[in-house]
């Protein structure tokens, strides 16, 4: 199966600027993330950690696309954000250990359901134009994406460091988790030495609300 890795810088900055990114926000979207997985509290619901780290990623990453004309998506409660043309689209997702490392073949941390099955058919098919019940699924799916690539930002936190990559599935075993990738660009890891993390949001118009004195 095609691998193509990704892990020198001037072909991780090419690679992304053919897909209309940039490593700088989306290793800002990751810090965000971050920032609030650490910030939960002893008096947060067990195994909220996770999910509020997810939201705030998947919340980052739509402030820095959808202005540059991205938009969101949460059809059938699969958060992405899709291109301006429709042909590719990104979610956010835990990895394990593999994760942001050149040598190894990641997976993501917990199974995967039915919407991201139909993603990977729909990428195998892009790539491989093979039968879509090879990948795990038995049928196509119902949605009019099928031209669509979907692409998983994968972040996985470790001692010192917060590993990441963009990468594009290929297949998953029929335990969920997917096992197989097209390509994988290799972001540079986040250092968590201590310091505190600048993180800057993106710039909004003010907001002037007129004030009127009622007679």
Known sequence: ???VVFAEPFNIRDRLAELGLEEGPLLDAIRQGYVAFISCTDNHPPFSKGLIAWAETVRALRDYLVPAGWR???QKNYS???EPAGRLAIVVATGDDGTGRSETTPSTKAPK????IDA?????????FVEPE???SGELPSEDNDDRETWFLLV?????????ELSLPLSMGPDGYINGWKERIILGPIT????????????VPDITIPIERRL
Do not use: K, Y
């Open 72 to 74: 969101r998506s949460d």
């Open 156 to 164: 996985h936190r470790s001692q010192g460091q917060v590993r990441c």
């Open 1 to 3: 199966m095609q691998n």
């Open 120 to 128: 990977v058919v729909i990428n195998r098919q892009l790539s491989l």
């Open 80 to 82: 992405m954000v899709v």
């Open 134 to 136: 090879l990948v795990l």
């Open 192 to 203: 968590l030495d201590g310091d505190v993390f600048d993180v800057n949001p993106p710039a």
């Open 113 to 116: 359901g039915p919407s991201t």
